[in-house]
């Protein structure tokens, strides 16, 4: 009655331990299917904004024109802020980068060093990203300035098609479109910077040198590397195109 | 509690001080790339029209350096160049199909709509 049921394999064909699949671990590879299905997410936001930038092709803003304010000045630099907290994020990978590097090295100094500097360009791109909502919202001047100076959910006169004698207001979309894809992304950084932080204290404690080695701190890392990921297609596509 | 019956760490993930000092050369390597594609693209956002190019030219360009972006920390800083090819087509293939299709589906009607509205 021997069908393939009862047949022997080897423990080597079954994975019956020994070595895991494509030689990742599990948690890493958790963390990349994890990321797969958000980065489905955010790639459905991101083609519904170039859906209705194409619909609306006429009256559609144009980022640049709109995003020209900079904190504790009134000069029109077109992009600028925006440009700074796209480098702002560009950093906090790097030093991420440093302290998954310095993990696989077990030097527990340097990897405290390089996530605590995570944290701190986390925490000021989730500051820029305030500023940024709130002059969106109020204008560079506060609640007394013209609200004409910036673009807001319901005003928007910024369309492409727009001159004094044909006043289009661009779609709401525009402004919708920007507060829920900056928020979805603002609030992954914000969940990254807590979760930076409680790895962070793990590492102070001594945990992962208990543990004998330093994966946490990698998997993180691809968490935080993903947040960067993210905002340059949205610099590109909400800001440049 | 250990668990002796998962293997918890990726084989060879570990490395000496001399090849952690080559790993963190290319680091600042990217990093400079990537400032540089940064400020190439705010810039060529802000004067792409005194330059006198045409828009789409403009617009491949910016989605072209994007894409350059996206390689570089993917691969590099995120370690998939350094995985398995096959963990590597597993990740990303599935993901770009998808997308393009979606992307293909959408812009289609988009322009149509566009045509339809005015």
């Known amino acids: ?241 | 509690m250990k668990r002796d019956d998962i293997i918890e760490y990726s084989l060879g993930a570990e490395h000496s001080e001399e090849a952690g000092k080559a790993i963190r050369k290319k680091i600042w390597f990217v990093t400079a790339i990537l400032s540089v594609v940064t400020v190439l693209e705010v810039l060529l956002g802000v004067y792409w029209t005194s330059m006198g190019l045409e828009w789409w030219v403009v617009k491949f360009a910016f989605i072209g350096l994007t894409v350059l972006k996206a390689g570089y920390i993917v691969m590099v800083f995120m370690h998939l160049g350094d995985e398995r090819k096959m963990f590597k087509y597993f990740i990303l293939l599935p993901y770009a199909v998808f997308i393009l299709y979606l992307l293909y589906l959408l812009f289609t009607e988009a322009v149509f709509l566009s045509e339809v509205l005015t």
């Open chain 1, 1 to 241: 009655m021997a069908g393939e049921v009862t047949k022997i394999i080897d423990q080597k064909t079954l994975w019956g331990g020994g070595r895991s699949p494509f030689s990742v671990s599990y948690g890493k590879m958790m963390m990349w299917f994890f990321l797969i299905s958000d980065a489905l997410t955010f790639g459905g936001l991101l083609a519904s904004l170039g859906f209705m930038k194409h619909k609306y092709v006429d009256v559609w803003p144009v980022s640049e024109q709109i995003f020209t304010h900079f904190p504790f000045t009134h000069a029109h630099l077109p992009l600028l802020y925006v440009a700074f907290m796209t480098f702002i994020l560009i950093v906090s990978s790097v030093t991420m980068v440093l302290a998954v590097e310095a993990g696989h090295r077990k030097d527990r100094k340097n990897v405290t060093f390089w996530l605590f500097l995570t944290v701190i360009g986390g925490a000021i791109f989730l500051g820029s990203q305030a500023w940024e909502w709130s002059t969106f919202i109020a204008g560079p001047d506060g609640m007394i300035s013209t609200w004409a100076d910036n673009a807001t959910l319901t005003q928007n006169f910024y369309g492409r098609g727009f001159t004094a004698d044909n006043p289009i207001l661009a779609p709401v979309q525009y402004s919708q479109f920007f507060f829920f894809v900056t928020g979805f992304h603002g609030t992954h950084v914000l969940s990254g910077v807590v979760i930076n932080l409680i790895i962070l204290i793990g590492v102070m404690q001594g945990k992962y040198e208990k543990v004998g080695h330093y994966e946490m701190v990698e998997k993180v890392g691809l968490y935080w590397h993903f947040i960067d990921l993210v905002w340059v297609f949205v610099f590109t596509f909400y800001y440049l195109v």
